[in-house]
C-alpha cells in the first residue's frame, strides 16, 4: 500500500538528478531591476546562450561578475581568517588567505581599473610585500605589528577612494589589537 508513496518519492529523488527542475508555472522573464540587454529570444536558465549577440553575452557578464565590492567582501573575509591565522600561530595558513588577498584584489581592478593607482601605491606595492615577508619569517611579533600597518592600509585606502564609512565597521574594530 505504500508503493504509490515510495514512487513519488524515487520520482522525486530522481528529477534533480535527470537536470529537470519542476517548472513554477510562471513566464520567465528578465528582472526589473537590473538592465540586461533586451533580447529577441525569450529569457530562459540557458542565459548566456539565449543572447542575441556576443556583445549582449559579455554585457550580461559584466553585469553578474560585479566591480569591486565583491571583491573586497572576499578581503574582507580573508583579513578576518588571516587575524585569526596568526591568534593561532599557524602560519600556513595566514600565507595561503595573504597571497588570496592579493589575488582577489587584483581581480577587482580588472574590472574597476580607476582604483588601480591607489590599490597598488598604497597596497600591492607597499603592506602586501612587507607582510608577506613578515609571514615568511614566521615571527610572531614581527607578523603582529606588520598586521597592524595592513589594517592602517585597508583604513588609509578607503579615505582615500572615498568610502570612509567602511572603517567604522566590527571588522577593523575587533582586529585593532591582538589579545595578549
Ligand atoms: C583600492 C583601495 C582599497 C584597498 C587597498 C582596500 N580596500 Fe576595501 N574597499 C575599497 C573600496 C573602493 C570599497 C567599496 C567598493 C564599492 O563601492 O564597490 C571597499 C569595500 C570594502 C569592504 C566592504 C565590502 C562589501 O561590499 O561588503 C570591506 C569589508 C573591505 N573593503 C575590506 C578591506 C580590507 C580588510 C582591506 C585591507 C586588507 C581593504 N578593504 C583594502 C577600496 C580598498
Not at 554585457?59 to 567582501?73: A, C, H, N, S, T
Not at 588577498?101 to 597596497?123: C, Q, S, Y
Amino acid at each position: 500500500m505504500y508503493r504509490p508513496l515510495i514512487a513519488a518519492v524515487c520520482l522525486a529523488l530522481a528529477l534533480p538528478a535527470l537536470g529537470q527542475v519542476p517548472a513554477t508555472g510562471q513566464a520567465p522573464r528578465a528582472p526589473k531591476g537590473i538592465k540586461v540587454p533586451p533580447q529577441q529570444k525569450p529569457v530562459s536558465n540557458a542565459w548566456l546562450r539565449d543572447a542575441d549577440s556576443d556583445a549582449d553575452r559579455f554585457r550580461k557578464l559584466e553585469i553578474y561578475l560585479r566591480g569591486f565590492d565583491q571583491p573586497m567582501l572576499e578581503v574582507g573575509q580573508r583579513y578576518l581568517a588571516l587575524y585569526e591565522a596568526i591568534k593561532d600561530r599557524n602560519w600556513g595558513l595566514a600565507d595561503y588567505h595573504w597571497d588570496k588577498v592579493k589575488l582577489a584584489i587584483n581581480g577587482g581592478l580588472i574590472k574597476r581599473p580607476g582604483r588601480t593607482a591607489n590599490a597598488e601605491a598604497m597596497f600591492l606595492d607597499a603592506a602586501w610585500p612587507e607582510m608577506d615577508k613578515a609571514i615568511k619569517s614566521k615571527d610572531e611579533q614581527r607578523i603582529r605589528e606588520q598586521f597592524g600597518a595592513v589594517r592602517g592600509t585597508c583604513l588609509a585606502c578607503h579615505a582615500a577612494e572615498k568610502v570612509p564609512f567602511m572603517n567604522e565597521s566590527p571588522i577593523f574594530r575587533n582586529t585593532a589589537e591582538f589579545p595578549r
